[in-house]
């Protein structure tokens, strides 16, 4: 893998993949190159992630970074290995997804998930499902029944199912439910109690200039940038199609019944493979304050604006102007999110024996929140890479961002 450069902008980090994430190249001249099935992204979440807790968050991102790379040295397809992956990040502790997500205002887990297939263009998402120990499983059913075409009498397929309809559905096909009270953990549930506490002294605080900002600055830090720990994952297989997924358990003391981006169309998740309108495909995956990425529609935004020649340069203006600059979101302090990106082409180089046909993968993350972490694997690494990005010292979350990211080549030889 290669560095992409990062240019100087006086709210970005320096990139820390200069020189300790590059990949010196395994093949020499006399050597075969290697078939490799292709590359993965995954992110457990924009927010903050602290010092004590940043092994368990890499080691999680490394687990679901290789469950994703075996399925595709299988020979499976980019919506089965970003399911895989995905699956790996929902049954972590330390995430908010699936098991161990965070608890409603009733004391209940309600997750979201969503999944999206480059080559079909099918989408699949729940919303506020219960029971379910891994909601991305659901989201993918749905995606693949959907596939085969219409149901009985001509009806068409669901893509998006919410609540008590979603878990029916689920398990009327074959994905088995789980009880709500095995998928909280102790992490979880002391955070609610701690929570609840919080809300009902704030509750019991007389009403006045200076109960109101303590009150408001509670509440931000309960759903501010250090609870918004979506996970995700962006894959291309070795085909070049491209998959993104999303999964999150929603913002900690949510109203029952909310639904957040990761479930909605354009906002959690986005995958695109190339056409003739486009000449890259793309695939996009999103954390933050659901609200926000809602309101932006983000996934689709960074989608379409790397497009453009200058990938990196495309999603630092996305960022800026579709996300914390968004009319949209005009009346917010700060806008709190975050995004991982690839893009991809192929290309084939002249060689004197032979042409070498591989894909270019371009990969990025960008963020607004205090830190996100990341990490990426292609098939030909022995092990993934994990990254904690921050923003700079001093910086104000919700007002600056950071943008850095990657190269990565896929090549097979050609007869």
Wanted: hydrophobic residues 35%; charged residues 20%; aromatic residues 4%.
């Amino acid at each position: 893998m290669e560095s992409l450069m990062n240019p100087a902008e006086e709210q970005q980090p320096s990139s820390p993949l200069a020189d300790p994430w590059s990949l010196k190249p395994e093949s020499s001249k006399n050597q075969k190159p290697k078939c490799v099935g292709g590359f993965v992204l995954v992110h457990a979440g924009a927010g903050y992630h602290s010092e004590s807790k940043a092994k368990e968050y890499k080691h999680v991102c490394k687990r679901a970074c290789q469950r994703a790379v075996d399925r595709l040295k299988a020979g499976a397809l980019a919506v089965e290995a970003v399911a895989a992956a995905l699956v790996e990040l929902e049954d972590s502790p330390f995430t908010n997804a699936g098991m161990g997500s965070n608890l409603n205002l009733s004391g209940e887990i309600e997750c979201d998930a969503s999944i999206m297939d480059g080559k079909s263009l099918h989408y699949g998402a729940v919303g506020a499902i219960s029971g379910i120990k891994n909601p991305v499983l659901v989201a993918n059913r749905l995606l693949s029944e959907a596939q085969k075409g219409k149901l009985s009498a001509g009806r068409i397929p669901p893509c998006f199912l919410v609540g008590r309809g979603a878990h029916d559905w689920a398990v009327g096909h074959g994905i088995p439910p789980c009880p709500s009270e095995k998928m909280a953990t102790k992490f979880s549930l002391s955070a609610y109690k701690r929570n609840k506490r919080k809300m009902e002294l704030a509750e019991k605080m007389e009403t006045g200039h200076k109960q109101a900002k303590k009150r408001r600055q509670s509440s931000e830090n309960e759903n501010g940038s250090g609870c918004l720990d979506t996970v995700g994952a962006i894959v291309v297989d070795l085909e070049g199609n491209v998959a993104a997924a999303v999964s999150s358990g929603g913002l900690a003391m949510k109203h029952a019944g909310r639904v957040g981006q990761a479930a909605h169309y354009g906002c959690g998740c986005w995958a695109e493979n190339a056409c003739n309108m486009n000449p890259y495909s793309t695939a996009v995956s999103t954390s933050g304050c659901g609200e926000h990425l809602i309101r932006t529609m983000l996934a689709r935004e960074c989608s379409a604006a790397v497009q453009s020649e200058d990938a990196h340069q495309a999603l630092l203006e996305a960022m800026q102007s579709k996300f914390i600059s968004s009319p949209f979101l005009a009346g917010e302090d700060r806008v709190l999110g975050g995004v991982i990106v690839l893009r991809c082409c192929t290309c084939v180089e002249a060689q004197p024996s032979k042409n070498i046909q591989g894909i270019l993968v371009e990969f990025l993350w960008s963020h607004t929140t205090e830190s996100m972490c990341v990490g990426y694997m292609s098939a030909q690494d022995s092990k993934a890479k994990t990254h904690i990005s921050r923003l700079p010292p001093g910086t104000v979350p919700g007002q600056c961002l950071a943008i850095e990211g990657g190269v990565c080549r896929l090549a097979s030889a050609v007869e």
